[in-house]
């Protein structure tokens, strides 16, 4: 059914408004209250406080679909205008759309382990508690901003949020089922099953170091509130610093093992050529690598593309991320002329991401703006990204043309 603008109301959940063809779940005669309140963060307000105030604004929001069945969605830039992005405005992305999930949901960890463990929901909250602020961004993010133009979800800028995780530290669970030493691996497998038997499940596997790594959680809370079932509720994966195909939603098992994952999301997808190849080529698995890393990124988040906008000061807005390490600066090119620097601004958090300003009066006519943001490791924004064939990890140095009226 193709249900437009979509906008549900009730004081205790935010508002979304949603174009384009929604997947049957989502359908006018689906209960509003049980998709949104259960989707996009309409659970009550989680009992696990949040480390620190959280200043999101709940106002009614518009998403792009970028697919209907299932959903995906992206951002417009403009909605990335806050330190935490709130759950109106986060993209959706997934393979085969939220499943269903029982309310005693078990998490199970098995595998090269000596004591296999199964937690239901109401012991997750008794492992000691973890919160941080991480960007989230699909692989795919500027996928439709590579040229040729490459077959997938047509994500442009937006598929990419920023929000404060709290749940319990991976490591801590698997030190609690006590692995073995020949565990080099550990494979993850969500509850959202494929939609037919010759579909491979979508299986992905961290390195036993990224896995024990402090900063990666099993999170069940989301700026604040009890993780939304669009997000992967009630318990998903979180890896700072990586790309979103490690965040695995609506976890269900955890197995430690002497390998790597098997099947095509781990061994043949979310592979990158070793060195940059010329558009089109066709690269020997051999010779890829896994997407693993972000990379350093900088967007405007105002103005727009198009704006027309009145003669005087113009406060220009974006935000800054990266893999590793954090923002070290931000310079913006004004009409082809030299870089100059950008103010950054608000917290400063490893693995978040960065608010950042300029000032600038423009006088009247077409104007040109690009951004180019450099990490803590001198990793420096590029021109553009090497083509490769799936579309992940675009970075290019970001433009916004405008026009300034009298």
């Known amino acids: ?165 709290t749940g319990f530290r991976l490591k801590d669970l698997l030190e609690m089922a006590g692995f073995s030493a020949e565990a080099r691996h550990v494979h993850f497998l969500g509850a959202d099953g494929p939609p037919n038997p010759k579909t491979p499940a979508f299986l992905r596997s961290l390195p036993i170091e990224r896995a024990l790594d402090p900063h990666t959680l099993v999170a069940y809370s989301m700026n604040g509130r009890e993780l939304p079932r669009l997000h992967g509720g009630p318990v998903r994966l979180v890896v700072p610093g990586w790309a979103g195909n490690h965040w695995i939603k609506w976890l269900r098992t955890i197995t430690l093992s002497a390998e790597e994952a098997p099947g095509f999301y781990q061994r043949t997808g979310y592979r990158m050529p070793r060195t940059p190849v010329p558009p089109g080529v066709n690269v020997k698995p051999e010779d890829t690598v896994p997407v693993t890393a972000l990379n350093v990124k900088s967007l405007f988040v105002s103005p727009t593309e198009g704006h027309r906008l009145p003669p005087g000061e113009l406060k220009i807005h974006g935000v800054a991320w990266t893999g590793a390490g954090r923002v070290a600066r931000v310079d913006v090119s004004v009409d082809d002329g030299p870089w100059s620097l950008a103010e950054l601004h608000g917290p400063d958090h490893e693995y978040a991401w960065r608010l950042w300003r300029f000032d600038w009066t423009p006088t009247p006519g077409r104007h040109v703006i690009r951004a180019r943001a450099t990490d803590s490791s001198g990793a420096v924004q590029p021109e553009k990204t090497p083509w490769n064939k799936s579309g992940y990890l675009w970075n290019g140095i970001d433009s916004v043309a405008f026009e300034v009226v009298r």
């Open 1 to 165: 059914m193709d249900c437009r603008a979509l906008r549900y109301h009730n004081e205790s959940i935010p508002e979304i408004e949603v174009r384009g063809r929604i997947p049957s779940m989502f359908s006018c005669e689906a209960s509003r209250r049980d998709v949104i309140r259960g989707a996009l963060g309409g659970l009550v307000a989680s009992a696990i406080p949040s480390s620190s105030a959280i200043d999101i604004k709940e106002r009614a929001f518009e998403l792009i679909v970028r697919g209907g069945a299932p959903l995906n969605a992206e951002t417009p830039v403009e909605g990335l205008d806050s330190y935490l992005t709130p759950m109106n405005r986060f993209f959706v992305r997934s393979h085969f759309g939220p499943p269903s999930i029982p309310t005693d949901q078990i998490l199970r960890v098995d595998g090269l382990v000596n004591k296999p463990l199964e937690l239901a929901r109401d012991r997750w909250g008794r492992i000691k508690q973890a919160t941080l602020p991480a960007v989230l961004q699909c692989s795919g993010n500027g996928r439709a901003l590579f040229s040729p133009r490459i077959p997938g979800v047509g994500w442009e800028k937006g598929a990419v949020g920023n929000a404060e995780w």
